[in-house]
């Protein structure tokens, strides 16, 4: 019986202690789970498009799903979003976007972008901890089940 493949799920924020933590709530979940980084949405569009220090496949394979923080420097959240929902090879990846932003205006934006979920930073460690974990396994369920995430 064949084996699936670890999933990836992509995290671009700019504050190294939310990558750290969303990286270890996600290993504690899916421990077989690969977890690349990028800060910014500059990194992230590379990596995405696999230039620059991520032009082999193996250093950047596409991820099954992302996580967007909003505030980034160099390239923002939403315009990475509207990148990728521009690009038919991306454009099918779910984008949740994980930011502390509770902004109408930049939910409504995000989803007419093509967010999959909008979801505001929690304050307490053990609070977006489990918010991480819940994250993980909804998007884990749907994307082996029979679920499958609506294409944008």
Request: negative net charge; proline residues 8%.
């Amino acid at each position: 019986m064949a084996t699936e493949k670890p999933m990836t799920i992509l995290i671009a924020d700019d504050n190294l202690g939310d990558r750290m933590l969303i990286q270890r709530a996600i290993l504690e979940c899916h421990p077989d789970a690969r977890c690349p980084t990028v800060e910014d949405g500059e990194d992230l569009m590379d990596y995405l498009c696999q230039r620059g220090p991520y032009s082999a496949a193996q250093t950047a394979p596409l991820p099954d799903v992302i996580l967007l923080d909003l505030n980034m420097p160099r390239k923002n959240g939403l315009e990475a979003l509207s990148e990728i929902a521009a690009d038919p090879t991306l454009s099918g990846i779910p984008v949740v976007m994980l930011t502390s932003s509770s902004a109408p205006q930049e939910i409504l934006q995000a989803y007419e972008l093509g967010a999959s979920s909008f979801i505001i930073k929690p304050m307490s460690y053990d609070e977006m901890s489990e918010t991480i974990k819940a994250l993980c396994q909804y998007w884990t369920h749907t994307l082996s089940g029979s679920l499958k995430p609506r294409l944008v």
